[in-house]
């Protein structure tokens, strides 16, 4: 939000406050969570601001008058309790004049918290993405799981939706008709689902995995757009399908890695152990254990090699693992994991390979710190953009 003006502020600042009384309509928590998911640095100033001390420890920093600064926290202070359960703050705002005042308050507050962390941000570190998803139910409605939050929720197909340990998992249920829920996964995130007839599927950042409540019919079916880990409960009679843009992988019980970002150059089907089928205009293909199947759009073509599956499936285990592989396609990974932006003062540098085996649960300086040894590139941090050069 660095970039924002003190009327961009003041929405987000109503946001909050509504937030904050737990006054906000479903429309409004919905825009508030967009510009939070947006980035990670939008995900660290939501934290601060809705965290129970915010307005104390704001004003005892802020520029304001002294006076100022206690007659507006004597205003917070007065209409406030915290419940200790979910360490949110509640304000009771009676009148308008009270709403504006805080707003205008919080939007200053805001954009000077705003301030304060872009210059801590100049020299830290980036942390590793967390556990994150926006789950769309079929109904219309929303549901925002963080990381460690647990929930369960009765579809009103009858199937229950329940959330714990950082795993979103549905149970079946007798049902005469199903919805079709949508998991995301933000920039910076992954999550685990395991879907109603047991598989387990494991999404990577800026992943959408689309999906019945509760299959039913002939055919395990669901619809994937950008990378996933799936691990396939065993039905012989009912074959499990991955639709990608048009194409289908089919299993009958498997574990594999499917890959489609629209930055890659075809559809990557990376298959662990099991016997998958894949489908395109091409025609058909089966993979075994240890076998990749590429599909290239531009000339509709699919080409099957061997391949050493640690390296494609490495994210799903907690590693970066990378062969002589260019600096510009692990940096599209890592940008995912770590959310931020890259740019090369010097473009040869993209093509520059690399080798590493780091854990992807430390923060990027680890990778960095590697990567300079090598004496071939400078990386310049500064707050959610990484600049390369060349010495």
């Known amino acids: 939000m660095l970039s924002e ?11 909050l406050v509504q937030y904050i009384k737990d006054a906000i309509s479903l429309d409004e ?30 004003l005892l920093e802020s520029e304001a008058e002294p006076e100022y600064r206690e007659m507006i926290w004597e205003n917070v202070r007065q209409k406030t309790v915290v419940r200790s359960k979910k360490r949110r703050l509640y304000i009771s705002l009676s009148a308008a004049a009270s709403i504006a005042l805080i707003v205008g308050t919080t939007a200053t507050l805001l954009l000077q918290t705003q301030k304060r962390l872009w210059q801590q941000n100049q020299v830290v570190d980036m942390a590793p993405g967390k556990p994150r998803a926006i789950l769309k139910l079929g109904d219309g409605k929303r549901i925002y799981i963080e990381t460690d939050s647990t929930f369960t929720h009765q579809s009103t197909t009858g199937a229950q939706i329940t959330n714990t340990g950082n795993s979103l998992s549905y149970q079946a249920a007798e ?10 996964i933000p ?15 494991y999404l990577n950042s800026e992943s959408k995995l689309y999906y019945p409540e509760v299959f039913k019919g002939n055919q395990r079916k669901v619809k994937l757009a950008g990378e996933a880990f799936f691990e396939v409960a065993k039905n ?15 299993v009958l019980g498997t574990s594999f890695n499917v890959r489609n970002y629209p930055e890659d150059k075809g559809m990557a089907t990376t298959l662990v152990e099991g016997k998958v089928k894949v489908q395109s205009q091409a025609g ?6 240890g076998q990749q199947a590429v599909f290239n759009p531009s000339t509709e073509s699919m080409e099957v090699r061997e391949v050493d599956t640690k390296y494609y499936t490495a994210w799903h285990d907690g590693r970066l ?6 600096l510009e396609n692990i940096f599209i990974d890592l940008s995912r994991w770590y959310d931020f932006d890259i740019s090369y003062l010097n473009p040869d540098a993209k093509q520059i390979r690399f080798s590493c085996n780091l854990e992807r649960y430390e923060n990027l300086n680890a990778f960095v710190t590697l990567l300079e040894k090598t004496n071939k590139v400078k990386v310049n ?7 390369i050069e060349t010495p």
């Open 284 to 289: 058909a293909i089966f993979l075994s254990p």
């Open 236 to 250: 012989k009679t009912l074959p499990f399908i991955v639709e990608v843009d048009g194409k289908e992988i089919q």
């Open 29 to 58: 928590k919905d825009e508030l969570m967009r510009w939070r998911d947006a980035s990670s640095s939008n995900q660290k100033l939501f934290d601060e601001c809705t965290a129970p001390n915010f307005f104390e420890e704001a």
């Open 5 to 15: 003006t003190r009327k961009s502020a003041k929405r987000i600042a109503s946001l």
């Open 187 to 201: 920039r910076g995130a992954e999550y685990k689902i395991v879907l109603s007839d047991g598989t387990a599927v």
């Open 175 to 184: 049902v005469k008709e199903t919805l079709y829920d949508t998991l995301e």
């Open 321 to 326: 693992i990378y062969d002589n592989e260019p």
């Open 381 to 387: 941090l500064a707050m959610k953009s990484l600049t």
